[in-house]
Structures are given as structure tokens and as C-alpha cells.
């Protein structure tokens, strides 16, 4: 069980003289697949990474599962992240991509293999794992990105702009291939886009986010039939 709560968020970066992000008020369900929507600016990836503990929190309190997260480093909240320039480490090979991470954090040989080995099945990755980066198309190469996130097998998976580099066509595989990966994972998931077709086939609440602000919140039925 993983719920997230927004309690009356603001973020001011140090530099700028406005308010990026004004009173983000959000409550996440266990397993909720949230979308955040909204043109360029309105602060999707400023809250994202406030989330994910890339940005500090100006004001206000993000709590995961009632304990209060604002000061825990990225490392210990649990969460994956994958993001638009997905950056794949180009001398390694798939599988090595997949397991940096978790080489970093000392799991066993073992462990690491299991882990790639079932994310690589259910991303349709097993006869690439010893590819290098170059030697895929655009869709694979987002596959390991998603695969490289997947095997922390942590409970909370943020996902910013991850299709915005591809083209239309794979765009909408690629949906259906992580609404599909949501629901074997499990997880609380947080998507940023500012594409509304895919924020309306993916999400089980929309965040229409407008200058900072929570303009509306609903499934994607209530949000269109507005
Ligand atoms: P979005 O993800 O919706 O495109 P952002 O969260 O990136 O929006 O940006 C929200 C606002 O915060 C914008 O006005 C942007 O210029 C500003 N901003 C983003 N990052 C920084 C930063 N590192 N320093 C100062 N201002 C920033
Ligand atoms: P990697 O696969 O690049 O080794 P990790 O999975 O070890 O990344 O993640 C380490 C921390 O860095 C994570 O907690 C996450 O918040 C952050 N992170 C992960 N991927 C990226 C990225 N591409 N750019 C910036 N930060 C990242």
C-alpha cells in the first residue's frame, strides 16, 4: 500500500521572482495512475521532482504513507523515475544498462540477474540483452529505460514526458505497453505530459495543471465532459 499526499505544495526557485508551483493540494490511492497534463511551464516537472527529491519543497508537506518525505534524500523514498532523455549508457550492453543500478547498490549477482531477467521479459527485451544501445531502435532503447527503472521494483514510478522523443506511431504502442507494465507492477504512478490523448487513455485521474495551479482533477469521463 502506497499513498501519496500533497499538502498545500509551493515551490519558489531560488533565482526566479514568482512562484513555479502555488498550493498543489493532491491526494494518490494506492496503485493510481495519475496523469498530469498541461502546456509547457505550468510546472508539471517542478512538482514531479519535488516528489521525486530532486527539487526541495518550498512550502508545504509531501508525505508517503502518512510519514512526512520533504527532507529524505531521492535515494531513500522509494521511487523510480524515468524521464524524456532517457540517457543510456552507451559502452554497455542492454542487460548491463538494466543492472547498474543495482550493481551500485550491492544486490548479488544473483538478485541482478533475476531482477533483468523478469524485466526484460515482460518489456519484450530478452533477445536484446546483450545489444549495445546503438544497436536499437528508438522504442527498444525507451524499453531499457523503462527496464532500468523497473527492476528497483520500487512502489512508486514517476514518469516524465517518457514518449515525447517518439514518433507518433510508437507513441501510442508504447502507451498501452506501459498501462499494461502499471498494471502487472502495481505502483503509484505519477505521468507527466502535455499530450491530452495520451492523458485521457492512460489515467485514472487527470491533474490539469494551468501557471502553478491545479486548474481540475477527475477520471478522464469527468475531465471531458467539461
Ligand atoms: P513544465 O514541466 O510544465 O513545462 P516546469 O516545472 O519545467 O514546467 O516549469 C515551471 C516554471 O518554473 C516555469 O516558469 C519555468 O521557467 C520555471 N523553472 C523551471 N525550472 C527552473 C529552475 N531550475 N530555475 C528557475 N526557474 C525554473
Ligand atoms: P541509474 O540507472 O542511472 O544508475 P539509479 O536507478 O541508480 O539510476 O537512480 C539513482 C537516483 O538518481 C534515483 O533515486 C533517481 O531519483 C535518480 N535518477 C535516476 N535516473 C536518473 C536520470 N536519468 N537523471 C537524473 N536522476 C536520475
Known amino acids: 500500500m502506497v499513498k501519496l499526499d500533497l499538502d498545500h505544495i509551493y515551490k519558489k526557485y531560488d533565482n526566479a521572482e514568482d ?7 493532491l ?3 494506492d496503485k ?3 496523469v498530469f497534463v498541461g502546456p509547457s511551464g505550468c510546472g508539471k516537472s517542478t512538482t514531479l ?8 519543497i518550498s512550502e508545504g508537506e509531501f508525505k508517503i504513507d502518512d ?12 521511487i523510480a523515475m524515468v524521464f524524456q532523455n532517457y540517457a543510456l549508457y552507451p559502452h554497455m550492453t542492454v542487460y548491463d544498462n538494466m543492472a547498474f543500478g543495482l550493481k551500485l547498490r550491492k544486490y548479488s549477482k544473483e538478485e541482478i540477474k533475476k ?10 527485451l530478452t533477445e536484446y540483452l546483450q545489444r549495445k544501445p546503438a544497436a536499437l531502435s528508438g522504442g527498444q532503447r525507451q524499453r531499457v529505460a523503462l527496464g532500468r527503472a523497473i527492476v528497483r521494483d520500487a512502489p512508486i514510478f514517476l514518469m ?9 506511431k510508437l507513441r501510442v504502442s508504447m502507451r ?3 498501462a499494461k507494465l502499471h498494471q502487472e507492477l502495481g505502483t503509484t504512478t505519477i505521468y507527466v505530459t502535455h499530450d491530452q490523448t495520451e492523458a485521457m487513455t492512460m489515467a485514472d485521474r487527470i491533474v490539469i495543471m494551468k501557471d502553478g495551479k491545479i486548474q481540475q482533477v477527475g477520471s478522464p469521463q469527468e475531465v471531458y465532459d467539461d
Open 115 to 124: 531482477r533483468v531477467s523478469h524485466a526484460a521479459d515482460i518489456l519484450g
Open 32 to 34: 493510481e495512475f495519475i
Open 27 to 29: 491526494h494518490i490511492k
Open 49 to 56: 521532482r519535488m516528489i521525486a527529491g530532486l527539487e526541495d
Open 176 to 178: 498501452a505497453q506501459i
Open 67 to 78: 510519514r512526512v518525505v520533504n527532507d529524505v534524500a531521492p535515494k531513500d523514498r522509494d
Open 160 to 168: 516524465d514526458e517518457p514518449l515525447s522523443n517518439l514518433d507518433a
Open 19 to 25: 512562484y513555479s508551483v502555488t498550493d498543489f493540494d
